[in-house]
């Protein structure tokens, strides 16, 4: 079983639409939650951590609910700008981050 | 600050020779890492360093090595080039929190291809 499972998508969606992207993890000791965004054949950067109470930056709203292991992220109004790959990102508390494999997200004009 | 720096950005290989993959932070992070990234696989973990001095394996650590002989250089050896290690190859580095990583830079990376 991997340790992050995300939905691959792809996600095609228009501009102005709210859209949603779920992840799991297997490993319940795990301590910290972050969201990347990777555009395409670019590396990946932050665009969001998860803390247990929800947390919203501007359209983005990340969400962490540790009794079923699962973490969300929810883009309202999207923008052209928005079209890449998210990334579900999991430490386990020690020096390891486990990466899902990335939803695609493209928006459409 | 650059941040985080790799070279070469593309490299062709020929299945048995060796090369080292060059990373450097300017940003003082304790922690550095080599991750690979495949289609549908997602990023893995190779190889780490908390510290100069100090290396430890990842997930898929077979067939490269790493040293880390100062805060800011990670290099990555590949010491016989196989066609399964034809990949994108990422850099990153972090400070160490109390609970754990926090935010992880990435370099550019370095696409490799071996033939």
């Known amino acids: 079983r991997k340790e992050v499972e995300q939905d691959p998508g792809p996600f095609n969606v228009p501009e102005g639409a709210t859209v949603a992207f779920n992840c799991t993890y297997s490993?319940?000791?795990?301590?910290?939650f972050f969201w990347y965004r990777q555009d395409c054949r670019k590396e990946p950067k932050l665009l969001m951590s998860?803390?247990?109470s929800g947390n919203e930056d501007g359209r983005f709203t990340a969400q962490l609910n540790r009794a079923s292991q699962y973490i969300s992220l929810l883009i309202r109004d999207s923008k052209l700008s928005d079209s890449a790959t998210y990334l579900c990102?999991?430490?386990?508390?020690?020096?390891?981050?486990?990466f899902g494999t990335g939803t695609r997200l493209t928006v459409i004009p | 600050n650059a941040g985080v720096t790799q070279t070469p950005k593309f490299q062709v290989l020929k299945t048995g020779q060796s090369m080292t993959l060059q990373c450097a932070q300017d940003?003082?992070?304790?922690?550095m890492s080599w991750y690979r990234q495949d289609p549908g696989m997602g990023l893995r973990l190779i190889h780490y360093?908390?510290?100069?001095?100090?290396?430890d394996q990842g997930e898929v650590p077979n067939g490269y090595n790493v040293s880390r002989s100062t805060t800011e250089d990670f290099p990555l050896r590949l010491l016989s080039a196989a066609p399964s290690q034809t990949s994108v190859y990422f850099c990153?580095?972090?400070?160490?929190?109390?609970?754990?990583?926090?935010?992880?830079?990435f370099g550019p990376g370095t696409r490799l291809l071996v033939l």
């Open positions: 990153a580095s972090s400070y160490l929190g109390l609970a754990g990583l926090k935010t992880q830079y």
């Open positions: 490993n319940s000791a795990s301590q910290s």
């Open positions: 998860v803390y247990s």
């Open positions: 990102v999991v430490n386990d508390g020690a020096n390891n981050l486990f």
């Open positions: 940003m003082n992070h304790e922690y």
């Open positions: 360093s908390v510290g100069a001095g100090i290396t």
